[in-house]
């Protein structure tokens, strides 16, 4: 079975940095594009950045020039380093994948990780 855990969140200060990550375990073949959303309490999830997997990246433009997106794809992980964080920044963080498994190409989340930017 598929799964992808995220580790890396808690509470910061504004201005402050958090790196997330998000690694992929179980039985598959391959992991296609990996991108980063985040849901704020009250309000639909978000696209934040994704990355395919040669590298290509694209991020919505509240993040761009803050936040980071990188991948290891020897390690199946994702990673979104995030600076200069602001309080509108806080939600809960979602990883998601695209990956090949036995039932096919499929979209994979995880559990989430909370962010919280407040003083």
């Known amino acids: 079975q598929v799964q992808l855990v995220e580790s890396g969140g808690g509470l910061v200060q504004p201005g402050g940095s958090l790196r997330l990550s998000c690694a992929a375990s179980?039985?598959?073949?391959?992991?296609?594009?990996m991108a980063w959303y985040r849901q704020a309490p009250g309000k639909q999830r978000d696209l934040v950045a994704t990355?395919?997997?040669?590298?290509?990246?694209d991020y919505t433009d509240s993040v761009k020039g803050r936040f980071t997106i990188s991948r290891d794809n020897a390690k199946n992980t994702v990673y979104l380093q995030m600076n200069n964080l602001k309080p509108e920044d806080t939600a809960v963080y979602y990883c998601?994948?695209?990956?090949?498994?036995?039932?096919?190409?499929?979209?994979?989340w995880g559990q989430g990780t909370q962010v919280t930017v407040s003083s």
């Open positions: 990355i395919s997997r040669g590298g290509t990246t």
């Open positions: 998601n994948a695209d990956i090949t498994s036995v039932p096919g190409l499929r979209k994979y």
């Open positions: 179980g039985i598959f073949f391959n992991i296609n594009a």
